[in-house]
Nanobody, 127 residues
Framework: QVQLAESGGGSVQAGGSLRLSCPIVGYTDFSACLKWFRQAPGKEREGVATIYTGGGFTYYSDSVKDRFTISLNYAEKTLSLEMNNLNVDDTAMYSC????????????????????WGQGTQVTVSS
């Protein structure tokens, strides 16, 4: 059974950076799709960064492209999200997720497509 637990959230001023981590307990090579979601109060949950482990392909939402970087440390079995040039619109609860998804579905997969999720870590950006 896969277990995820995010860390690294916090409060930062606009323009700052944070790095989120998500160790994946029970991770296997079959964990093909890993994604970071975020949800702000009153807003829909948004998938912001995805990695397909089959080929290391990465995908980003337009809202974070060129500012966020998703990566997987295979040796440590830890998923990370490097967030730079943060702005107030990035304020949200960030959660990592894991699922056995096809390379076609992985980039567009929604929350319910995955089978394991962390509890989330709060990121707050002030102006």
């Amino acid at each position: 059974q896969v277990q995820l637990a995010e860390s690294g959230g916090g409060s930062v001023q606009a323009g700052g950076s944070l790095r989120l981590s998500c160790p994946i307990v029970g991770y296997t090579d079959f964990s093909a799709c890993l994604k970071w979601f975020r949800q702000a109060p009153g807003k829909e949950r948004e998938g912001v960064a995805t990695i397909y482990t089959g080929g290391g392909f990465t995908y980003y939402s337009d809202s974070v492209k060129d500012r966020f970087t998703i990566s997987l440390n295979y040796a440590e079995k830890t998923l990370s999200l490097e967030m730079n040039n943060l702005n107030v619109d990035d304020t949200a609860m960030y959660s990592c997720s894991e699922g056995f998804l096809s390379p076609q579905l992985c980039p567009v997969a929604t929350w319910s497509d995955f089978h394991a999720w962390g509890q989330g870590t709060q990121v707050t950006v002030s102006s």
